[in-house]
């Protein structure tokens, strides 16, 4: 993957977006990187974001656009359950459909894996980014390190039912 280099403008026309799964520890420098500007400068986020003992048991997703680092999620497998979280887009890059090529490749690395369910703890501001996936909130709103959170999740099976029955409409 590339150095994590700082970045201004947006994604001119004709880039190319890309994501790929990046094992542990190689992923880490982009990982950190991301993390610290969008969830520590960015968001002011109140805990740390480089010491999760999760990260190395996780699959990570590193999205680049010509090269360069765009964005990150990464998925943690507990039983028949894929959690996803971390997810994040450096702030010049968003709303150019990065957010939602890490997710369709998480979840298709959630697929793969043969998970049941899909959960994730999402920031509110972000709801209707999930939703859009397929995720559906459960659950009161929470704070998490001083940011109000959903509970969402979604049920694979449902899922690529609806995917199959939308192929045959
Ligand atoms: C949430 C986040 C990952 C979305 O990434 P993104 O690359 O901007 O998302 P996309 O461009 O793929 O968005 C696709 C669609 O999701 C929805 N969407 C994206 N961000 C949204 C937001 N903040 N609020 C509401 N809807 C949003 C929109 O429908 C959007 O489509 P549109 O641009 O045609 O309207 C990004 O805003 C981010 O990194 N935010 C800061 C960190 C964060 O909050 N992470 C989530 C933790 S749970």
């Given at each position: 993957?590339?150095?994590?280099?700082?970045?201004?403008?947006?994604?001119?026309?004709?880039?190319?977006?890309?994501?790929?799964?990046?094992?542990?520890?190689?992923?880490?420098?982009?990982?950190?990187?991301?993390?610290?500007?969008?969830?520590v400068e960015e968001?002011?986020?109140?805990?740390?974001?480089?010491?999760?003992?999760?990260?190395?048991?996780?699959?990570?997703?590193?999205?680049?656009?010509?090269?360069?680092?765009?964005?990150?999620?990464?998925?943690?497998?507990?039983?028949?359950?894929?959690?996803?979280?971390?997810?994040?887009?450096?702030?010049?890059?968003?709303?150019?459909?990065?957010?939602?090529?890490?997710?369709?490749?998480?979840?298709?690395?959630?697929?793969?894996?043969?998970?049941?369910?899909?959960?994730?703890?999402?920031?509110?501001?972000?709801?209707?980014?999930?939703?859009?996936?397929?995720?559906?909130?459960?659950?009161?709103?929470?704070?998490?390190?001083?940011?109000?959170?959903?509970?969402?999740?979604?049920?694979?099976?449902?899922?690529?039912?609806?995917?199959?029955?939308?192929?045959?409409?």
């Amino acid at each position: 993957m590339t150095l994590f280099k700082p970045i201004s403008t947006s994604p001119a026309p004709g880039q190319r977006l890309r994501t790929v799964v990046v094992p542990w520890p190689e992923a880490k420098p982009d990982v950190y990187g991301v993390r610290q500007e969008v969830f520590v400068e960015e968001q002011r986020l109140a805990h740390s974001v480089v010491d999760d003992p999760d990260d190395q048991l996780s699959v990570h997703v590193i999205a680049s656009i010509d090269g360069e680092v765009a964005g990150i999620g990464r998925v943690t497998f507990i039983a028949d359950d894929g959690q996803i979280a971390w997810v994040a887009v450096r702030r010049p890059l968003r709303r150019h459909g990065v957010g939602l090529a890490i997710m369709r490749q998480l979840i298709g690395v959630c697929i793969d894996e043969g998970c049941r369910i899909i959960s994730l703890n999402a920031q509110t501001h972000a709801l209707s980014f999930y939703e859009r996936l397929g995720f559906r909130p459960l659950g009161r709103r929470f704070r998490m390190s001083g940011i109000e959170h959903q509970h969402m999740m979604m049920d694979v099976d449902d899922r690529e039912m609806r995917r199959r029955e939308s192929r045959y409409r």
